[in-house]
């Protein structure tokens, strides 16, 4: 009875020890499949980081707003006097595509027009701006260039005249959400001709306006 006993007590611990190294076995095999977790590496972004910070605030990349292939749709309102002739208006109507970092080109309208009086022009024309400031807060040159048709009482009310300009002007703005821009702009305007009436009340103007950005995709 005893001799069997020890037999089965034997057994046992073989079947023990069997079992015991196949886990082992396959435990370490577990192991050596599973591919090492990788750590990612945010030196690189960190130091990409502390460049930038370190950057001055007009030497900054800047918003994706002024990148190559970004594009802007707004318009704006400008106000003026003439030598107390009365309040002069203009409304501007705009679109341009960014063609490098900072620098845009477009087109504008112009509809301008002075109270009290028949005074009216229509314009069209090509426009560039720079900005050199490019982030939440940005500042911009813009000249163009335009050709259009007045009305004014002096020369008859039913009298249309052309005449050609050239618009310079120098604005500052702000981001207000991800896609808006209001900007303030004070603009000069020059004229090859214009009834010496009318042309009293022409610049500079002062400009309020709102663009739409569509940022760049690349």
């Known amino acids: 009875m005893k001799r069997h006993i020890h037999r089965l007590i034997n057994v046992l611990a073989i079947c023990l020890l069997t079992t015991v190294v196949v886990q082992a076995q396959e435990t370490d095999t577990l192991r050596r499949d599973v591919p090492p977790t990788s750590v990612p590496d ?37 106000f003026a006097t003439g030598k107390g002739q009365g309040l002069y208006t203009a409304f501007n109507p705009r679109a341009a595509i960014f ?25 069209a024309g090509a426009f560039v ?7 939440s807060f940005y500042v911009f040159g813009e000249g163009g260039f335009n050709i259009g048709k007045f009305r004014s009482s002096d020369v008859g009310p039913n009298d249309r005249r052309g005449f050609s300009s050239l618009n310079i002007g ?12 209001i900007e303030l702009m004070i603009e000069n305007n020059y004229y090859d001709k214009a009834p010496a009436y009318a042309g009293n009340n022409r ?16």
């Open 170 to 181: 120098l604005g500052l703005g702000v981001r207000a959400t991800d896609r808006l821009g």
């Open 129 to 135: 701006r720079y900005y050199p400031v490019r982030n």
């Open 42 to 78: 945010t030196t690189q972004r960190k130091v990409t980081a502390t460049s930038d910070d370190q950057k001055s605030y007009i030497d900054r990349p800047g918003s994706p707003w002024f990148q190559r292939g970004a594009a802007l749709i707004g318009v704006s309102l400008g």
């Open 99 to 123: 063609i490098q970092r900072s620098l845009a080109l477009g087109l504008r309208g112009a509809f301008e027009s002075r109270a009290s009086t028949s005074y009216r022009a229509n314009s």
């Open 203 to 218: 610049g500079p103007q002062i400009k309020l306006g709102a663009n739409f950005h569509i940022s760049s995709r690349r």
